[in-house]
Every structure is written in structure tokens, then in C-alpha cells.
């Protein structure tokens, strides 16, 4: 960045500034956690109010050993996966259909707006009298949430491939199927692969929302069952796993995937250019 | 459509006022089109399959149900709890969030080390915590407002810096040189600079704390559209749940389109051209 006042430090300074440049992610972190004893040490708080870090940590292991968490977590992303999947092939789906046809995206647009607004939580009320609680409940809530973030980038993402792409690609004799997909598809990815990560993060919310209400396992569920016992360690370490879960699901699964495709994808007008 | 268009198209050059208010309720209508459509199916379904109250009711009935809520002033005080929450809830994470993105803002390292934190905090979604602050603070309009403020903060604070780290640095370095104040960097550059990227945060962010609203009503139950539809579950009315969650899909499209959109398009248009 400031290349000239970088150069200009000592080395051993240099390697100090790379160091916290490397490490100050985790002071947010470590304030947090300083703020919490220093809080705990002070206000002595009840044990419902705010536990002590060390029984959180606790809290944790016991979770872990007894496979309890092994369990609710594999429940939650059970769920997600699944809610997801149906999300994610529906929305592409649909939004192939729609984005390659521009009167139906104008006459849909409307709805699209519309039940985009009341997505995801909303619909727990009226899913619970239909369907009742229970795993299918879920999957619906994550599905509708997924579905219409998915759907209005896969629009986008179909709109927004150069037409002379496509034209050049039929002009050399390719039938409509051969360039969707070889054309569409690979120029719609960028876009498609935006939608299915934020699509994630909002579905992932979603779950734990509904999970609070309409299930019998989960991490929601697991949180919820333990206000009623006061345990507010138990939450706390919900909320930290719940957080974990999410970075990790984002930082090192969905976002390299994404910087991989708009690498190999996101310029092929310029690759076309440049041949 | 393309061939029907052609012959059209030289005689639109001219556009007399008339027709250009016909045009425009031709496009009033058409947003209209599909929700008939989608009423008309609704009605079908209802009339051929002899569902039971608890399971489907007709439109009429949900527009009746909404009519009689609405003349007894029980919906007036649902929709003011709701709006009111998010109103204040947005005035609060405003106050809060845009200094805090200016301080971390303004320094590289801070803003470093906050992002992490704050996509932590971005994955444990308010409603998540809701168990612990319903603890702290019982069954009350805090506990919700607790939860919809963390939601939106956390994005309007994540704006706010990455709209202060964008601005160039040889607009702040060329004031300097005239001798700005730091009081003047701030008011004529960071704020106008950052502003877009603020009012962006802003809608993002309500776009969250609508819907950890309504989920927080929902185990709160202390008034709200949340609690209109989740508490009519319990009953069974389903002709409520219907209505409120059309009008939770309305208010948010009124406030989102007919207010912060606007005000989005308004300061980019004013400000946004600092960027180029």
C-alpha cells in the first residue's frame, strides 16, 4: 500500500508491522473476551445473567463429549444442506427460464418482489398449520429462503451475458441447447455462485430461527431448550459454535469456490477479446 | 413482439401528455396483473378442494378479516408496534454504527482486524442470541429492540468503513495541502465519500432487522405483525396469518422502495460521482 514508508522501516520493524498486520484480526476478538472477564471479575453477576468463560468453555467440552453437539450440529446441517440443494436447483432452474425470456421476467417481477419480501421466516406460522413441526418445516423455510436470492442472480447473471456471445456462438452452427451451455451457463457461474453464497448465509439464519420454534434437534432447538433451564453457558457456546460454523462454511468452502470460477469464468469476454 | 413494435415505434417520438398518463397506468396495471393471477389461482384452489377453515380460507375471507382488524384499530396498533421498532431500531444503529465505521474507518489496521469480528458477528443471527437477552431483559419490547439493533448495526458499521476506506487518498492529502482541519476532512470528504456506501448498509441492513423483527415479535409476543400471525396460530385463524404476512410483505416493500431506495438513488446521484 505505502510502499515508500514500508521501505523506508528497519527490517526488524518491517517484520514487526507484518506481524500485526498478520494478527490483528484476533484483537477484536481477545477485547471481547478481556471485556467479559473483566466484567465477570467486577459485577459478579448470577450465573444466568452471564456465566464465567471458563464454564462456557466447559460447557463446550461437555456438549462435545456427551455427542450432543456432534448431533445438533449434524442436524442443522442436515437441513441446510438439503433446504439448500433444493433451493439452489429450483432457483438456477427458474431463473434460466425467466432470464432468458424477457417478457416473463417483466410480468414476474412483480411476485418476485414481492414474496421475496415475506421469504424465509415468515412463513413459519402458516408452514407449522400445514406441514406441522418437524424436519420438512425446515427445509421449506431454508428452500424459500435460498430459492429467491439464487433465483434473482441467476437472472442476472443470464441477462448480463454479452448477446454477441451468443450469436457468435450459434453463427458458427451451435443449436440453442449447445449455447446455453456453453456460452450462458459459464457466463451466468459468476453470478449463479453469488447468489448460492449469500443464499447460504441467509438460509443458515433462517435455520437457526426456525429451529427455535418448529424442531425436535438442532442447534436452534438447543439454544431455546436451554433458556428454559436458565443455561445461559449453553447458549453462549450455541452462539460461538453457530458463528463458527457460518466462517467457516463462508471463508473456506463457498468463497474459494466462488474466486475459483470468476477466475476461470468471470473474464471470458476478455479472453474471447483477447484470441 | 418485435415485428408489432416496429411500425410503432417513430409514431412514440412525439409523446403527447395524454397518453403518457395512460402509459404510465398501463404500468400500474401490469403490476398488477400477476398478483390477480395469483388471487384467481388461490380462489380455484380454495373453491375445488373444500379445505377446512383451519387449513385454507378464501381471499375474501382474508380481506374481510384484515377489514374488521383494521375498523376495530387492533391492526393500526400491530403495524405502529412493528414500524416503530424498526424506526427506532434503525435511528439507534445509525447513531452508533456510523461513528464507530468512521473511527475503525479511518485506520487500516482497525478496519483489518474489525472485519473478521464483524462477519463472526454477521453469522450468529440476532434471533440466535434472543434466548440470552429474553434472560437479561424478560419478555419486553428491549429484548426485541436488543435483537433487531444488533442485526442492523453490524452492517451499517461494515458500510461505513468500507465507504471511508474507499475514498481516495489524494482527495484527503489535496485539502490537507490547503490546509483543512481534521473536522473538515471529516465533513467535506469522508462524509459526502462515504455516504453512499452508508445509505447502502442502511437498506442492507433493514432489509436483516425487518425479518429478525418479525421473528423476535414471534417468540416475544409482545405486539407486532410477528405476533399477529404467530398468535393466530394457536388459534388456527388462518384467514390472520394470511393477511399479516401480506402485509408484513407490503410494509416492507413500501418502506423499502418508497424510502430508502430513493434516498439510495438520491445520494448516489449527489454524491456518488466522487468515486469517478
Redesign the interface.
Request: proline share 7%.
Given at each position: 500500500?505505502s510502499v515508500g514508508t514500508i521501505t523506508a522501516m528497519s527490517p526488524t520493524r518491517r517484520a514487526l508491522g507484518h506481524l500485526?498486520?498478520r494478527l490483528?484480526?484476533v484483537?477484536?476478538?481477545l477485547i471481547?473476551l478481556l471485556i467479559w472477564i473483566v466484567l465477570w471479575d467486577v459485577f459478579r453477576p448470577s450465573q444466568?445473567?452471564l456465566p464465567p468463560v471458563r464454564d462456557v468453555v466447559l460447557a463446550i467440552h461437555e456438549l462435545a463429549v456427551s455427542g450432543q453437539l456432534a448431533q445438533n450440529v449434524i442436524a442443522s446441517l442436515g437441513r441446510l444442506v438439503l433446504g439448500s440443494l433444493l433451493g439452489i436447483v429450483t432457483g438456477v432452474a427458474a431463473g434460466f427460464v425467466v432470464g432468458l425470456n424477457r417478457?416473463a421476467a417483466?410480468?414476474?417481477n412483480?411476485?418476485v418482489?414481492?414474496?421475496n419480501?415475506?421469504s424465509?421466516?415468515?412463513?413459519?406460522?402458516?408452514m407449522?398449520?400445514?406441514i406441522g413441526i418437524g424436519t420438512a418445516l425446515a427445509v421449506f423455510l431454508i428452500w424459500n429462503t435460498v430459492f429467491f436470492i439464487v433465483f434473482q442472480n441467476t437472472v442476472l447473471g443470464v441477462q448480463l451475458v454479452p448477446e454477441v456471445l451468443e450469436q457468435g456462438v450459434r453463427a458458427l452452427g451451435a443449436n440453442r441447447m449447445e449455447t446455453l451451455r456453453s456460452v450462458t451457463l459459464p457466463g451466468a457461474l459468476p453470478y449463479i455462485l453469488t447468489g448460492i453464497r449469500s443464499g447460504l448465509?441467509f438460509g443458515?439464519?433462517a435455520l437457526?430461527?426456525a429451529e427455535?420454534?418448529g424442531a425436535a434437534s438442532g442447534l436452534?432447538t438447543m439454544?431455546?431448550d436451554?433458556?428454559e433451564y436458565?443455561r445461559?453457558d449453553i447458549?453462549?457456546s450455541?452462539?460461538?459454535i453457530?458463528?463458527?460454523?457460518?466462517?467457516i462454511m463462508?471463508?473456506w468452502l463457498l468463497l474459494p469456490i466462488e474466486r475459483r470460477t470468476v477466475q476461470r469464468w468471470g473474464l471470458v469476454s476478455d479472453a474471447e477479446a483477447g484470441r | 413482439m418485435t415485428i408489432a413494435n416496429a411500425p410503432r415505434a417513430p409514431a412514440r417520438l412525439p409523446l403527447p401528455a395524454g397518453l403518457s398518463v395512460a402509459a404510465r397506468q398501463l404500468s400500474g396495471v401490469k403490476i398488477l396483473i400477476p398478483f390477480v393471477a395469483l388471487v384467481a389461482v388461490w380462489w380455484a384452489i380454495h373453491a375445488a378442494g373444500q379445505f377446512p377453515e383451519r387449513v385454507l380460507v378464501s381471499p375474501a375471507r382474508v380481506w374481510d378479516t384484515l377489514v374488521v382488524l383494521f375498523s376495530h384499530g387492533v391492526l393500526a396498533e400491530y403495524i405502529s408496534t412493528s414500524m416503530s421498532m424498526i424506526g427506532i431500531a434503525t435511528a439507534i444503529s445509525l447513531a452508533i454504527g456510523v461513528p464507530i465505521g468512521f473511527l475503525v474507518g479511518s485506520n487500516r489496521y482497525a478496519a483489518r482486524g474489525l472485519e473478521a469480528f464483524l462477519r463472526y458477528l454477521q453469522g450468529v443471527s440476532g434471533i440466535a442470541w434472543l434466548p440470552l437477552v429474553i434472560i437479561w431483559f424478560g419478555f419486553t419490547h428491549t429484548t426485541t429492540l436488543a435483537v433487531v439493533i444488533y442485526t442492523l448495526v453490524v452492517p451499517i458499521i461494515f458500510n461505513t468503513m468500507v465507504g471511508v476506506r474507499a475514498v481516495p487518498e489524494h482527495y484527503t492529502l489535496a485539502l490537507r495541502s490547503l490546509g483543512a482541519s481534521r473536522m473538515r476532512l471529516i465533513t467535506d470528504v469522508y462524509l459526502p465519500g462515504a455516504l453512499p456506501s452508508i445509505v447502502v448498509g442502511l437498506r442492507l441492513g433493514m432489509g436483516y432487522g425487518w425479518r429478525a423483527l418479525i421473528a423476535a415479535e414471534m417468540l416475544v409476543r409482545q405486539g407486532g405483525l410477528g405476533d399477529l400471525i404467530f398468535g393466530a396460530r394457536t388459534s388456527g385463524q388462518i384467514d390472520r396469518i394470511i393477511g399479516g404476512m401480506a402485509l408484513i410483505g407490503a410494509l416492507y416493500i413500501i418502506v423499502d422502495r418508497l424510502l430508502v431506495q430513493p434516498l439510495e438513488n438520491l445520494t448516489i446521484a449527489r454524491w456518488g460521482v466522487l468515486r469517478k
Open positions: 500500500m500485526a498486520w490483528v484480526p484483537a477484536p476478538f471481547v444466568e445473567t417478457n417483466e410480468i414476474l412483480p411476485l418482489v414481492f414474496f419480501a415475506i424465509g421466516i415468515v412463513w413459519l406460522p402458516l407449522i398449520t400445514w448465509g443458515w439464519r437457526i430461527a427455535l420454534v436452534g439454544i431455546f436451554a433458556a436458565h445461559s447458549i453462549i450455541g452462539c460461538l453457530i458463528g463458527t460454523i457460518a466462517i463462508d471463508r | -
